[in-house]
C-alpha cells in the first residue's frame, strides 16, 4: 500500500494534474457507464456527500466529472433530455472538509492526490498554496461546482446543510436512504479561519457564492434550479 501512495506522489510530479485526472478518469469508467443508463445524473462535486449518494442510489461512483465532459464522451447518454442534479456546499465548509480529509489520511490508507496536504501546517497554509498555484482551476478535488455545470441548461441544485430532506423531496422515492458516508473521523484537527483567509476563498470561488446565493433565495431548505 504504501508503494501505491509513492507511485501517486512521484506520478503527480511526472504526469502533473491534467495526467493524474486522466487517471482518475479512467478508475471511474465504470461510474460513469452506470450512471449513463439512468434518467437522473448526479454530478459529484469533491466532499458535497458524493458517497452517500452514490450509495443511495447503488450505483458505482462516477468520479468528480463535469457535466462538459461527459457530453464530449457520449452525447447520445447524456444529453440536456436527461435531469441533473448537484450538491452545494459553502465554499469555506468545503475546503475545510478536504483539509481534514487529507491531513487524516496516513501513508497506508492508500495512494492520494492530496498527499502533500499532510506538508501544510495550518489551514491558511493550505488554502494559500490553493490560492497562489491556482489550483482551484488545475486540480479537479478543488474545482467550483460552478465548472461541474458548466453548459447544461438546467440543474437541480441540492443544499448541503438540507441535504436529507432536500434529496428525498428531488428523488421522490422514500425509499432511497442516504447513508452518512466518508466522513472524517479521528483525532480532532483545529481550524484556524480569519479574514485574509476567507477573503482568498470568496475570490477563488466568486461563481460558487453566487450559485449559493440562488439556493439561498429557495430558503436554503429546498431545491434551487439554476
Excluded at 7 to 20: A, H, P, R, S, W
Excluded at 62 to 75: A, N, R
Excluded at 131 to 154: A, M, V
Aim: aromatic letters at 14%; one cysteine or more; a positive charge.
Amino acid at each position: 500500500m504504501k508503494l501505491k501512495h509513492k507511485f501517486v506522489e512521484i506520478g503527480y510530479k511526472i504526469l502533473g494534474m491534467k495526467g493524474l485526472y486522466r487517471l482518475h478518469i479512467f478508475q471511474h469508467k465504470k461510474g460513469v457507464e452506470c450512471w449513463a443508463k439512468e434518467s437522473v445524473i448526479f454530478l459529484h462535486v469533491p466532499k458535497t456527500a458524493g458517497t452517500s449518494i452514490n450509495q443511495a442510489f447503488g450505483l458505482c461512483d462516477i468520479g468528480h466529472v463535469p457535466y462538459k465532459y461527459l457530453i464530449s464522451k457520449d452525447v447520445a447518454f447524456f444529453n440536456q433530455n436527461k435531469k441533473y442534479f448537484v450538491v452545494y456546499r459553502n465554499p469555506v465548509d468545503r475546503l475545510v472538509s478536504t483539509y481534514k480529509y487529507a491531513k487524516k489520511k496516513k501513508p497506508n490508507d492508500g495512494p492520494s492526490v492530496l498527499f502533500w496536504v499532510r506538508g501544510c501546517e495550518t489551514f491558511k497554509d493550505f488554502i494559500a498554496i490553493v490560492y497562489e498555484k491556482k489550483l482551484y482551476e488545475k486540480h479537479y478535488f478543488f474545482w467550483p461546482t460552478s465548472k461541474f455545470i458548466e453548459g447544461l441548461q438546467s440543474v437541480a441544485v441540492l443544499p448541503f446543510d438540507n441535504l436529507n430532506s432536500a434529496f428525498h423531496d428531488y428523488v421522490g422515492r422514500g425509499d432511497i436512504k442516504l447513508p452518512h458516508s466518508n466522513v472524517s473521523s479521528g483525532e480532532k484537527i483545529s481550524i484556524d479561519v480569519d479574514d485574509k483567509t476567507v477573503l482568498m476563498i470568496m475570490e477563488m470561488y466568486e461563481d460558487d457564492y453566487r450559485l449559493g446565493d440562488k439556493v439561498k433565495a429557495a430558503n436554503g431548505q429546498g431545491v434551487a434550479y439554476v
